[in-house]
Structure formats: C-alpha cells, structure tokens
C-alpha cells in the first residue's frame, strides 16, 4: 500500500513514481500545492490492486486526476492499494488528509467507498465502474455502456479473423467485465448474421453468462496460458477483459506471432497501441473509457461547488466509450469494413440498433 502527494510539473503520462507509506492507522500523507485557480482544492484517488501502472483503467482514472493537477492547479493525494484489504486503510488515510473529493477506481472498491462516505458525510466521493442500487448524496458513479463499443470491436474481430475464431475472457465475473464480453459477443453475431459467416466466439457464452476467467486482474500467467488455449483452439484475435492480467496476454500473442501465428489483440479500457506499447504491433483496436476525462470533468465541477451523485454514463454518442482507431491494421482491416463499422456506430447512436447487456447502466 502507498501513499504520496504530487507536484505540479511532472507529465500525466509519467507514472510509478515512489510513494511514502501510511500507516495501517490511515495517517495522512505529506501535503504539496500547486498555483493555479483551486489551490486549496485537494484531489485524491485510491486505486484498486492494479496499481496506478495497470495500462488499464487505474491508469486512466489517474491520468484525469494529473490532468486536474495541470489545468486546475489543485493539490493531488493518491493512495495504491496491492490488495483488496488496503481499500478501506486508504480512504481512512484520505479522509485524514481533508480530500474535497475522492475518486476510487473500480467495482471491487464499492463497499469500501460507501462506507467512507456514510463515515464522512460532508466529503465528496466519485467511484468508477459502479453503480449503487439506491444513489447515495455524496458519492458520484462514473459508469459506462462499455457494450456499445465492445460491439463495435466484436465486428471487427470477427471481420479480422482468418481462422474464423475469436476469443474474449475475463478477470473476475463481476458486471463491469462481462458487459464487454457481452458487447464483444453480439458484435460478433451480427458480423455472422450479416455476412452469412459462422465464427465461432470462445471464452464467453452470452445466454448462459458463463465462460472463462483468470480469477483476479494480477496474474498475468494465467492470461498467458488462457491465451495460449485459445489459440492452440484456433482463436486468432483475443480480447482480455482483466487489466493487468491483460500484459499475460500480450505476451502470449507476441509469442505466437515470433512462432508464425497470425494472432492479434483487443485491448479494454484504453487505447493499448499507446498505453501497451510492447504489444502494439498485434493491436487490432481496443474498447476505450475515457475515464480520464470523465475524472477531471467531475472534480472541476466539485471545485466549482457543483457536485451532484447523479451518474455520469459514458456512451458512444457522449464519446465516453469508443472504438480505438486499428493504427498499425488500418489498411488490413478494409475500408468496407470500417464503413460498415461507422454505419453500426450510427445505429446504435440512433437507437436503430439495440446494444443489451444484463450489465449495462440503467
């Protein structure tokens, strides 16, 4: 578990930096400031165990706290936890600290963020990837229809593939992973419905709600030998839904390309051509939150005294999900294929077509 303040001046992209470490009694954490327009403003974010380094959505959420740093000028906190057992020491350890608004990242820290902020009423909270059944006045949900986008990369998948097999798993079955899985799956029937194709999608049945997972987001050989199976089963384009455990599958695609495969990659949460840059040149595209924007969006408004707990709910149509663009596979891809793409975004943009998952926000 760490603990640290930043300053001004160091790069959103520069992450990992040595952190102080608190006290299992949740000490505060020595202060800095920043000049600009909310100095006395204090931002923090308590990350799940991925850490702050996952090229996932740790990293993205954090990058849109450095982004507040920057364009603010409020003082930043940051707590990383290494197991799901920090969670709660951590935001002690904010509360300590005088936070105007907490941001914590991911499903697994809901408990823990709802306690803190039935504990500290008058402080504010926002908490990506959940959504509580009942709204609670101090904490702001930044959610997304990660199904719309998944789709998109579904499609693409389906319409890359030269084995005519596709692949997706999952970290842990909660709802923010199998809502891509979700996504990615009915992406690829309705590349098999138009096309009159018959690719076969491994790791995840959709009606059933079940398929494969690695068991946690930390473990990057169990998504390596997952990724493994699926290829030895003929998978050549793979989406890890797992963070972390998504580098395992990487490395695992790298390795079957330097032995004459022909895999590729799906990447989740962000742009993995720039944020996973050892596996860049099997990146097909990914499924990206724009996690960062929506973070620095909901502390300016906090700063400026207008916080509210309504969810903010990232779609195709607001931008807060989208298809990355396929970069080094562009050309590959097929223009027809990228215009039917655009075509499926409009739909599901229009409501002409229906993108469901049992996970999507409601």
Avoid at 257 to 284: C, F
């Amino acid at each position: 578990m760490r603990f640290v303040s930043r300053k001004t001046g160091v790069a959103a992209a520069m992450l990992g930096i040595s952190a102080l470490a608190l006290s299992a009694c949740g000490a505060a954490p020595e202060e800095s400031s920043s000049a600009g327009k909310y100095p006395d403003y204090v931002g923090c974010i308590v990350s799940d165990s991925g850490g702050f380094d996952d090229q996932s959505f740790n990293e993205s959420s954090y990058r849109g706290l450095k982004n507040a740093e920057k364009d603010l000028g409020i003082t930043i906190k940051e707590a990383e936890s290494k197991s799901n057992a920090d969670f709660a020491t951590n935001l002690q350890g904010m509360m300590g600290a005088s936070c105007n608004l907490t941001v914590t990242v991911g499903f697994l820290l809901a408990d823990a963020t709802a306690d803190a902020a039935a504990k500290n009423p008058d402080s504010h909270f926002a908490i990506v990837d959940n959504q509580y059944e009942k709204n609670i006045d101090n904490v702001k949900p930044i959610i997304y229809d990660t199904a719309q986008a998944a789709f998109l990369a579904g499609y693409a998948a389906a319409a890359a593939s030269e084995t005519g097999t596709v692949a997706t798993f999952g970290g842990i079955q909660i709802p923010t992973v199998t809502i891509f899985m979700d996504g990615f799956a009915d992406g690829v029937a309705k590349f098999n419905e138009d096309k009159g194709e018959n690719v076969k999608l491994l790791g995840w049945d959709k009606k059933k709600q079940n398929g494969t997972f690695s068991g946690d987001f930390e473990k990057q050989d169990k998504g390596k030998q997952i990724t493994k199976n699926f290829i030895s089963a003929g998978a050549d384009v793979i989406m890890p839904v797992a963070g972390p455990v998504g580098k395992g599958a990487g490395a695992a695609v790298a390795e079957a390309n330097k032995s004459g495969e022909k895999a590729k990659l799906i990447w989740v949460d962000s742009d993995g051509y720039l944020t996973a840059p050892d596996y860049k040149e099997y990146m097909l595209t990914s499924v990206v939150k724009t996690m960062d924007k929506a973070v620095e969006d909901v502390i300016k408004a906090d700063a400026e005294g207008k916080f509210d707990a309504t969810p903010y709910v990232g779609t195709l149509e607001n931008e807060g999900v989208a298809l990355a663009p396929f970069h080094d596979f562009d050309s590959a891809i097929g223009e027809d294929t990228k215009k039917e793409i655009e075509a499926l975004k409009a739909q599901i943009i229009s409501g002409d077509l229906k993108v469901e998952s049992a996970a999507s926000p409601k």
